[in-house]
């Protein structure tokens, strides 16, 4: 089955610099590939997704990357801010369900 | 729209009782995910449906934990009996599989809270 691996487990950066958190999945049959940010106390809610026929998405200071190649999926966050500090979650979608990575707890210090 | 529905948002039980869950769906959603998380595990799936139709529960941890889909609305996960280790928060996840342009997204619930002592 999907095997989702995530880096790093936390991280720490500045007010205003970037964050860049990554992923990896095993099912070359994996077609979509979403994010989620969790903030404390509260559900994951979806923030960006890309699918298996687009190698870059950009929403404003939030884009991801896909090397289907490698298997290899990034979360880009520029001009972090305070409260950008959350845990992040990776997934991949293969033939039924989401396979979620171990998350990713950003702190974004002012 | 409401959003998953996730009742009770707390629950504090004592160790041996009959837990129950409950989820109402976004209207129109077609599959509903419970997924357990903790901060040594992570988010786990616990069991997921597909038409009301129970399709994987190989993330069930044991007998003790059973969920049922009676119709599109609504969802239930019973823990019988519950344990101090069953401590976590549960959530409910329901998505779309009918359109393959729209996002294939899962939408969570506010979750449960469960502490069993």
């Known amino acids: 089955g999907e095997n989702v691996e995530q880096h790093p487990s936390t991280l720490s950066v500045q007010e205003g610099d970037s964050a860049v958190i990554k992923c990896t999945y095993s099912?070359?049959?994996?077609?979509?590939f979403p994010w989620y940010k969790q903030e404390l106390g509260k559900r994951p809610q979806l923030i960006i997704d890309?699918?298996?026929?687009?190698g870059e998405k950009k929403d404003q200071r939030i884009a991801v990357t896909l090397n289907k190649t490698a298997k290899h999926f990034s979360l880009h966050i520029t001009e972090t801010q305070p409260e950008d500090s959350a845990v992040y979650f990776c997934a991949a979608k293969g033939t039924d369900k989401l396979i979620f990575g171990t998350g990713t707890r950003l702190q974004v210090f002012p | 729209d409401a959003g998953v529905i996730q009742s009770p948002r707390h629950e504090v039980t004592e160790m041996g009782q009959e837990v129950t869950l409950r989820c109402k769906p976004i209207?129109?959603?077609?599959?509903l995910f419970w997924y357990r998380q903790t901060m040594m595990r992570g988010l786990e799936l616990l069991i997921y449906?597909?038409?009301?139709?129970?399709?994987?529960d190989s993330g069930m941890p044991e007998d003790r934990f059973s969920a049922k889909m009676p119709n599109a609305s609504f969802s239930t996960l019973k823990i019988q009996p519950s344990e101090p280790r069953d401590s976590a928060v549960y959530f409910c996840a329901s998505s779309s599989t009918y359109n393959s342009v729209s996002n294939y997204g899962y939408t969570f619930g506010s979750g449960t809270r469960l502490t069993v002592v």
């Open positions: 209207s129109g959603h077609n599959s």
């Open positions: 890309i699918r298996s026929n687009v």
């Open positions: 099912d070359s049959a994996s077609n979509y």
């Open positions: 449906f597909n038409n009301n139709v129970p399709i994987d």
